[in-house]
């Protein structure tokens, strides 16, 4: 899986200031970061939420952002980064900092393996009072964009067999209900939850740089001529189809 999002960084990256940055600002709204804060942010991608948080705790904060993914990393530190800003490449559930005032976590939850484990270990990261933040995707994400995709890889005998693991993390808390009691169920209190709705114009560049920064990469063929008529393919299928990225916004109080 880290090698797949690596191989994919700069792809992320070039979706920054569509999809990356707009969710990022809900996601630091709801965290409620304060000038002088410590700041964790869990599978932080190219760096989104992370430079937010630090102009939000200013130069007396800290904030300690971590992937698995050496490529995004680089992708993050290729733009200016401010000095309380430390972008490392790490193992977000087994990071050895603690006593942070906040906890971020944008879009990444789903690739922690076991949900509930992961957000207990997010959570023991904070001091006592401390606030976590989670931003997860709404419904079915990308859908009009998937069935595209996979209908012009099935069409050339590739494509991918059942929902991965992460997939199906992403539908178990796709509701305002499920994200919910998702933090509640970890003794959290002060629970809320907010929907966003973000949708993005798609040209056939941009759903094609899209497929490559996300999970439908893995359904995409090897083979370079088969490669190029699923482009081909896509292409033409996609119309007025708009990229569906509607998040919710969850956060709670240790």
């Avoid at 709801?30 to 190219?46: E, I, K, M, Q, Y």
Wanted: proline share 5%; aromatic share 6%.
């Amino acid at each position: 899986m880290t090698a797949g999002w690596d191989q994919g960084a700069a792809e992320f990256a070039r979706w920054a200031r569509q999809l990356w940055q707009p969710l990022a600002v809900p996601l630091i709204e709801a965290a409620r970061l304060s000038p002088g804060d410590r700041v964790f942010d869990a599978c932080c991608g190219t760096g989104a939420s992370a430079l937010l948080a630090a102009q939000a705790v200013g130069a007396d904060g800290q904030v300690d952002a971590v992937d698995a993914s050496a490529g995004m990393i680089d992708q993050a530190k290729s733009a200016a980064v401010p000095e309380q800003l430390d972008f490392r490449v790490a193992d977000a559930l087994t990071w050895p900092g603690s006593g942070y005032h906040a906890v971020l976590c944008g879009f990444g939850i789903f690739f922690l393996g076991d949900q509930s484990a992961a957000l207990a270990s997010l959570a023991d990261r904070l001091a006592p009072g401390g606030r976590i933040a989670l931003s997860v995707w709404q419904g079915r994400p990308f859908d009009a964009l998937t069935r595209l995709v996979l209908a012009a890889c099935a069409a050339e005998g590739a494509g991918v067999g059942g929902p991965s693991a992460e997939a199906k993390n992403i539908g178990e808390l796709n509701s305002p209900s499920k994200l919910t009691d998702f933090l509640r169920g970890a003794g959290l209190r002060e629970v809320a939850v907010a929907a966003v709705r973000h949708r993005v114009p798609l040209t056939p560049d941009s759903a094609w740089s899209f497929v490559h920064s996300s999970l439908l990469r893995s359904a995409l063929p090897a083979d370079p001529a088969a490669l190029a008529r699923v482009k081909a393919r896509l292409a033409g299928s996609l119309g007025g189809v708009e990229l569906q990225a509607d998040a919710l916004i969850g956060s709670a109080r240790r």
